[in-house]
């Protein structure tokens, strides 16, 4: 069975950190690429950043560049986002994603999804 499961998500003041992991259990890890997708209230799924099979990092977006670092752990079947400087408008449901090398941004090519982490950013 495939699993991925998120957790570190919670409530933080504006201008905190959180250090969201995913772990990954069912498939050949090393061999997907994997992203974080949030999704808002009211509004549609958002790619955050992802991280090729070899470990380099997709480009951020302008959203969350220079705040938000993506790590995957091949050995360990995880991966990480370390998120600093967080405001308000990140508060999402943050999901873990794995697929093809090739989706990068297109959020409907991933294949394996987990159930999310809550991330609220409020003072």
């Known amino acids: 069975e495939v699993l991925l499961v998120e957790s570190g998500g919670g409530l933080v003041q504006p201008g905190g950190s959180l250090r969201l992991s995913c772990a990954a259990s069912?498939?050949?890890?090393?061999?997907?690429?994997m992203s974080w997708v949030r999704q808002a209230p009211g509004k549609g799924p958002e790619w955050v950043t992802g991280v090729y099979t070899g470990g380099s990092s997709m480009p951020y977006p302008d959203s969350v560049t220079g705040r938000f670092t993506i790590s995957r752990d091949n050995a360990k079947n995880t991966m990480a986002l370390q998120m600093n400087s967080l405001k308000p408008e990140d508060t999402a449901v943050y999901y873990c994603?794995?697929?093809?090398?090739?989706?990068?941004?297109?959020?409907?090519?991933?294949?394996?999804w987990g159930q999310g982490t809550q991330v609220t950013v409020s003072s």
């Open positions: 994603a794995a697929g093809p090398n090739s989706a990068g941004r297109s959020t409907y090519e991933y294949w394996y």
């Open positions: 069912g498939f050949t890890f090393s061999n997907y690429g």
